[in-house]
């Protein structure tokens, strides 16, 4: 029987390396990106040890607008079917928004946003073929919050992520294709540090930060049995309860001590 072959995104370190390990131990093959070249290739040597997992590593900045055009025809070349397309590599800007230039802004929205298009739109005309497939977004709790002061774009990016699956679903379930939104609360990865807000994470209470492994498990059963959403751990499954009832204009009074820094301004 052919192998399943799994396409993740930033999956040389967090959440996406999580997924990658865990898609290995339940038999599928993976192409990996990410831009680190030194930190992918430990990446896969890592993975290839964890199951009988071929594992193959392509270099890639999301920033560059031909990057998902490169990764698709690298699968191509390779004859590499995509069964299961994880859009995950993700970051955060560090400085205020008006601090940020209008460059920096195009070059998260790409990697956020039209990286995410760009291949959910280049892998599923192949999926549809098939008439079958399986893609997970990676987006967030802040999908459900209210725009914090500080990464100000990332909560509204995270929003149309959200969106954006749903349309999928919308418009190709019928055909056999899924979409999963998987939106983590704090996890402990990479993300504050590279993201400029070690500080504020380092403040959030234990029971609020999760392990990438868990949040991973988590997701790729979800994806696996094609829900539309996941929310990882039931103090998030809370969380974006009372996010959905609450009135926003109260939550940043009790972020204060739960999500710290996110709305310094109150
Ligand atoms: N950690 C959290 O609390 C949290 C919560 C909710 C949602 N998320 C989301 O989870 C996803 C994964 O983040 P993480 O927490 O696992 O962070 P992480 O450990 O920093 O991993 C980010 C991954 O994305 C890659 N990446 C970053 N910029 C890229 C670019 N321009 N082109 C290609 N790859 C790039 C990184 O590798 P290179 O730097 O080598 O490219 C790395 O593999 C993101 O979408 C993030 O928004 C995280």
Redesign the pocket.
Known sequence: MNKKTALI?????????EIAKCLAKKGFDLVI????KK??ENAAEMLSHEAEASVEVVV????DPL?PEAIYNYCQKKERKINLLIN?????IPTPFDQTSMEEEEKFIR??ALAVIALTKLFIRDMLKAREGKIMM?????AYAPPSTIQTLYGPV?TFVNRFSEGININYNDIGITSTAV?????V????K?SGVQEEMDRVPSFMKKT?YSVAKEAVNATLKGKKVCVPSKTFKLIVFLLKIVPHSLFPFFSKRLAPGRYNKI
């Open positions: 995104t930033g999956a040389s370190s967090g959440i996406g390396f990106t990410a831009r680190n930190k992918l890639a900045d999301l920033h990057a995950n590599a993700g970051y955060a990697v956020l990676i987006s967030s709790v802040a995270k939106c983590p609360g704090y996890t990865t990479n993300f504050h590279a990438a």
